[in-house]
Structure formats: C-alpha cells, structure tokens
C-alpha cells in the first residue's frame, strides 16, 4: 500500500479501513488535472529558485511521460497507491529517483486535491454550457420553421389559449438560456487557484501564487488559505445549476411524453430515440424522455449529498470533503449524457401540424379573444366574460365549438355578435393579433428570434471572457 505519510505510523493500516479511505477507485479521473497542476507548481518552484531548471526539465519530462502512458494505455492507473496524488508521484520518483520527491516542495494534499477537482469542475462547467448552446440552436431552428404551426396552450392541463409551437419552444429557450448565464456566473466565481494555501496556513516557502494562477489560467489566486482548502461552494453551485438544468429537460421530457401519446399525437419521435415492447407489437415508447425525467433525481441527489456534507464541517479541511467527488462525477456524467440525447430526440422528431391545430380548435382556446371581441363592441370585460362563460356553456350542451355556432345561435346569446365574430375567433386572428413583447404573434416572434439568433452568434464571448 503505497502512501505518502507513513513516517509518523509504526504499526499497519487495517486492510479494509485502508479501503475505505482511499479515493484511487474515482479520483483516478482527476489524473489529467493532477499532472496539470504539478506542471504549473515546479514550474513556479524553479521560478522562483526553489527547483534548479535541471531539477524542473527533469520532473516536467517524467510528469508529462506518465501522461502520455496513461492516456495511450501502457500505464495503468491501479489501487495499490491511495489517491491518484500518491500514484502520480510515486511513478513519478520511479522514474527521476530523488529529484522526483522534490515535486511536493511547498503543496500539501489540500491544496493540490482543491485545484484538481476546481480543474475539473471548470471543465466541466464550459462543457456543459456547450451543451447547452446545441440544445438551444436546436430549439432555435424549431422556432424559426414553426412560427405558423397552431397549438393549444395550457394551464393546469386544461386547454386555455391558442398559441405556436415556436411561442412554446421559445418558452425552453429561455430556460435553458437562464442555465447558461447561470454557468457563466458559476465560472466567474470560481476561476480562482487554491494552490498554495498548503495543508491550510500557507507555506515558509517563497511562492509566487499570482504567476502558478496564471499558468492555470485563472483570474488569479485564492485570497485566504483556510477557505482555501476547504471551499466546495463552487461544485455547490455547479450541483445545483445541473439540478436547475435537469429540471428544465424533465419539464420538456414530461411535454414530449404527454405529445406522443395516443391521446396527443402531436410529435412522432425518430426510432433512434425510442424503444418497442417485448409483447405488445405496436408499442413505440419515448425510454429516453423518460429517462431523462428519471435521472433527474440523481442529480438532485448529488445537491443534496454535497449540502449534507458540508452543512457541520469546521474549519480547514476534514476527511468527510472527499465525498464531494462520486456522485458529483455521477452527476456531471448524467447530465452530459441527457443534453447530449435530448438533444438528438429533439433534432430529429417530426411534428404532426395537423393534429396540433385540431386539438387547438377544440376547448374552446378563443373563448378569451371572444370576450375581447365583445370589449371591441363597447361591452365592459366582466360582462363580456359572463356572455362568453354563458356561449361555451351552450356549446358544451351542443357538444360544439363556438366557431362552428350560427351567427343566429350566438345572437341569441348576445346581440353585440356580428358576423365579423368568425374571424375574430379564428386560429390564425387569436395568435397574429398578440403583438406584445412576449407574445405569440408572428411579428414579435420573429423579433425574439433574431434576438435569440444574436444571442447564440455573441454569447461565446462571455465564457471566453471569463477564461482570459
């Protein structure tokens, strides 16, 4: 059992406490991050005279070969070494002999464990709004090629008014850009470097922490040691930015599910996306919707975790902070694989236009643009609102439609109906004629849209910005 703190201990470590201690089994996947770290640390040693530069081209030369092995396969991350700290150096010193076990010079496991998963976790960040940026120009080009495509809207599951596909997708639009701005916010806020801080008080050594931050690309250094080592508000945040995220897909998934189903038939999902039955033959299942629906908990649990975790913890750094990795990676791991194939479904679904404008036309969508009807006839709201309660309740006993009523039967209602009534309450007269900011009216989506469509061509610039 290789470990990098048996001088103070005399006797073993018990097998299975050893066991239960070591992370080797997941920080294994911080070994890119680790070497990245290590790099720009003996690099700023020698900067600063602490390492000779043949002590430096030494070390930087074995750190980049483990790379190198690791990532082509003759190097095996095993878990005979605790954490992927210990296997890195221990290889490492392996391969240079003594000059090697000069790479812990002025760092201690804290700080080095706090860059990499801040390493990590930043990666991540930009990867995930990435993804996010496909999911909307997807969304985007739904928009633009539906700006006709009739829907009912609705509240409390009840048909209340008529809208357009694009008005309702433009409504994820900006779900999923809010999740955006929340990764950028997330970024800003963590982009600082620990390393440095040592075990919790800093180092005697003469560390210039500005120049190893800007090897790492951060904005700068970490400003107290103690917090240092023991932040994890970042991955808090990033957890609960995934979890904002997810609820947004399993909002979208529940909709999708909600459309495929005999009693919608709105969309028809590409069998690339879905799955048949083992005994019913017709049967053609959205498993990935609904799947993205059911790992939202997972990620939710992660937050969860994570917040437990830390909630009791004194200051600086305590053994129960290596929980922050597991079910965070499970977390980052989950939430990549959902926009990744949410995205695909939702690229590659075909809408039934037909099906939609019918069911728009059914539960009386215009009832509302019948009393603004009335309201434009000089009859006050409220009264026109009883008049159109008392029109849907003679269309409900008729088992009709207020468009398909006589201009006679809606006069005997009210003497304010023209003939001018049926194109007021007309698919296409209900969604044009909603021209606020907002709204579903072709013109002001296609305002939004060339908004949206700015904002997909600019707002790169903004992670980039927060990475310089």
């Given at each position: 059992?290789?470990?990098?703190?048996?001088?103070?201990?005399?006797?073993?470590?018990?097998?299975?406490?050893?066991?239960?201690?070591?992370?080797?089994?997941?920080?294994?996947?911080?070994?890119?991050?680790?070497?990245?770290?290590?790099?720009?640390?003996?690099?700023m040693l020698a900067k600063q005279g602490i390492l000779t530069e043949e002590e430096r081209d030494s070390i930087l030369q074995g750190l980049a070969e483990i790379r190198d092995d690791v990532l082509t396969g003759r190097l095996v991350i095993d878990d005979v070494c605790e954490d992927i700290h210990s296997f890195v150096e221990a290889r490492l010193i392996e391969r240079t002999k003594d000059v090697g076990k000069k790479l812990h010079t002025g760092r201690s496991r804290n700080d080095q464990v706090a860059l990499d998963m801040r390493l990590y976790t930043r990666k991540q960040v930009r990867e995930?709004?990435?993804?996010?940026?496909?999911?909307?120009?997807v969304i985007?080009?739904?928009?633009?090629?539906?700006?006709?495509?009739?829907?009912?809207?609705?509240?409390?599951?009840?048909?209340?008014?008529?809208?357009?596909?694009?008005?309702?997708?433009?409504?994820?639009?900006?779900?999923?850009?809010?999740?955006?701005?929340?990764?950028?916010?997330?970024?800003?806020?963590?982009?600082?470097?620990?390393?440095?801080?040592?075990?919790?008080?800093?180092?005697?050594?003469?560390?210039?922490?500005?120049?190893?931050?800007?090897?790492?690309?951060?904005?700068?250094?970490?400003?107290?040691?103690?917090?240092?080592?023991?932040?994890?508000?970042?991955?808090?945040?990033?957890?609960?930015?995934?979890?904002?995220?997810?609820?947004?897909?399993?909002?979208?998934?529940?909709?999708?599910?909600?459309?495929?189903?005999?009693?919608?038939?709105?969309?028809?999902?590409?069998?690339?996306?879905?799955?048949?039955?083992?005994?019913?033959?017709?049967?053609?299942?959205?498993?990935?919707?609904?799947?993205?629906?059911?790992?939202?908990?997972?990620?939710y649990g992660a937050l969860v975790s994570l917040l437990t975790v830390m909630k009791g913890i004194p200051l600086a750094y305590n053994k129960d902070m290596q929980e922050d990795k597991e079910l965070a990676f499970d977390a980052m791991d989950t939430v990549r694989n959902c926009l990744t194939l949410f995205t695909g479904m939702l690229r590659t679904m075909r809408f039934k236009k037909e099906h939609m404008a019918a069911s728009a036309m059914n539960g009386f969508t215009n009832a509302t643009d019948a009393a603004d009807y009335l309201v434009g006839?000089?009859?006050?709201?409220?009264?026109?609102?009883?008049?159109?309660?008392?029109?849907?309740?003679?269309?409900?006993?008729?088992?009709?439609?207020?468009e398909k009523l006589s201009l006679e039967e809606l006069q005997n209602i009210s003497d304010y109906f023209g003939a001018d009534i049926y194109e007021a309450v007309s698919l296409k007269t209900c969604v044009e004629k909603r021209l606020t900011l907002g709204a579903p009216g072709i013109a002001a989506m296609k305002a939004m849209i060339e908004q949206c469509r700015a904002y997909l061509m600019e707002s790169d610039y903004l992670m980039e910005a927060k990475h310089s």
């Open positions: 059992m290789a470990q990098l703190w048996g001088g103070r201990f005399v006797g073993e470590t018990d097998k299975t406490a050893y066991e239960f201690n070591a992370s080797i089994r997941f920080d294994k996947r911080l070994f890119k991050e680790d070497i990245e770290g290590s790099i720009a640390h003996v690099t995930t709004d990435t993804l996010l940026k496909e999911l909307l120009t985007l080009t739904v928009m633009e090629e539906n700006l006709d495509t009739y829907m009912p809207g609705f509240t409390h599951l009840q048909k209340a008014q008529p809208t357009t596909l694009a008005h309702h997708y433009g409504a994820y639009f900006e779900m999923f850009r809010r999740d955006r701005e929340r990764m950028a916010d997330i970024y800003r806020r963590m982009n600082y470097c620990p390393l440095g801080a040592g075990a919790l008080a800093g180092t005697t050594y003469d560390l210039d922490r500005e120049y190893t931050a800007f090897l790492l690309g951060f904005t700068g250094p970490t400003r107290n040691s103690m917090d240092s080592v023991s932040d994890r508000d970042y991955l808090i945040e990033f957890l609960a930015a995934l979890s904002t995220v997810m609820m947004h897909l399993s909002r979208f998934s529940e909709e999708i599910i909600n459309w495929n189903s005999n009693e919608y038939q709105f969309v028809e999902i590409d069998d690339a996306y879905s799955t048949g039955s083992s005994i019913m033959p017709q049967k053609k299942n959205p498993d990935i919707a609904e799947l993205v629906r059911g790992k939202t908990g997972r990620v006839k000089g009859v006050p709201f409220r009264d026109a609102h009883g008049i159109v309660g008392r029109l849907v309740l003679y269309c409900v006993e008729k088992n009709t439609s207020i």
